[in-house]
């Protein structure tokens, strides 16, 4: 066989597969967000059966649901949307209060919890487009006033909140017809939930729109240079993620059954800030495994008494040390380790 005879015998350039033409996915896809929420749904059904049983467990696990959507609409606010706030307690407020109130005069739990969604977005909206100039530090603080204002708000408004008297004769969750009577039948509502935001955040990591938020988020003159609206994708995003924390509000209301303005403090905000960072402010897992966390480990270190707190914020700082992306980042920190470890 001669030279020629094996040039002509390779395939034509057109028919070689090019590096340009094999579609490489991206990032979002390869995280397996949808096996995480199989995941999370799955054991969030199994758990009330191994753990729960008891008011005081069932309570807790209600409460580990409800933070995880709180936090999870902070996580769109600041990781997605780029924008932190230190208004979370008044949205959840907000929500709680709209919530009972739509409940008590359009016809029960769901319509209370529609109107809580819609008022806490418009509120997040107007906040976002009012102070959308503002540099992040100073739009944090603003934030933060309107959350004081809101609270001196509803302070006063004692027809509407009752005030530091509270609201009680609060309507019950019922789903098709069957009211949801006990905090573990409840739960699986709150569960529902959950997966209903985190299907949602799903489909926004894995499609084009999170591209062009994630380019307006982090290189906003540059995607306005682009042709983008990175104030318009921000503003999208602030405003759904305000939507999930009234969302939050409304489930905490109709669980508790009975509320105060003593219920609501900035302390809310600055314990779903820890939840985000100690979850991972840069994954989807973060607010769910956060939530998780910071509700029930100081709930297991009551027996320790004096020492529960200490104990407490050495392992937080431990986690944080040892998993700087959080505790959703272990897997790969754990992986470079074992890399490491048998390179040497």
Request: positive net charge; hydrophobic residues 50%; glycine residues 12%.
């Amino acid at each position: 066989m001669s030279v020629s005879d094996t040039h002509s015998a390779a395939p034509p350039l057109e028919a070689r597969p090019s590096p340009l033409r094999r579609v490489i996915p991206p990032p979002a896809y390869q995280r397996r967000q949808w096996l995480f929420l199989a995941i999370v749904l799955i054991a969030g059904s199994l758990v009330p059966s191994v753990y729960g049983g008891t008011p005081y467990r069932d309570g807790l696990l209600a409460e580990i649901m409800i933070n995880a959507v709180l936090a999870l609409g902070f996580y769109w606010c600041f990781s997605l949307a780029g924008q932190f706030t230190f208004g979370v307690f008044a949205m959840y407020a907000a929500g709680a209060y709209i919530s009972v109130w739509g409940a008590k005069h359009f016809g029960g739990f769901w319509s209370g919890l529609l109107l809580a969604a819609v008022g806490t977005a418009l509120i997040g909206g107007l906040t976002r487009l009012i102070f959308a100039k503002l540099s992040p530090i100073y739009f944090a603080i603003a934030t933060m006033a309107i959350g004081g204002l809101m609270l001196i708000l509803f302070r006063e408004w004692v027809s509407f909140t009752g005030g530091y008297n509270g609201i009680g004769d609060i309507a019950i969750p019922s789903v098709f017809g069957d009211q949801l009577a006990t905090v573990h039948q409840r739960y699986y509502l709150m569960l529902g939930v959950l997966g209903l935001f985190l299907v949602l955040t799903i489909c926004l990591l894995r499609s084009p729109v999170m591209r062009e938020l994630t380019m307006s988020r982090d290189k906003g003159p540059v995607a306005a240079s682009a042709g983008l609206k990175p104030r318009h994708l921000q503003l999208v995003a602030f405003t759904v993620g305000s939507a999930m924390q009234g969302v939050a509000g409304s489930l905490y209301a109709h669980n508790s059954g009975y509320f105060s303005l003593e219920s609501f403090s900035i302390d809310i905000s600055l314990s779903v800030l820890l939840m985000v960072l100690l979850g991972g402010m840069g994954s989807m897992y973060g607010p769910v495994i956060g939530a998780a966390v910071i509700i029930y480990l100081p709930e297991q270190l009551r027996g320790a008494q004096k020492y529960s707190e200490l104990i407490y914020a050495g392992l937080v700082l431990l986690i944080v040390v040892a998993f700087p992306g959080g505790i959703a980042d272990a897997r790969r920190i754990v992986g470079k380790w074992l890399s490491r470890a048998r390179s040497k």
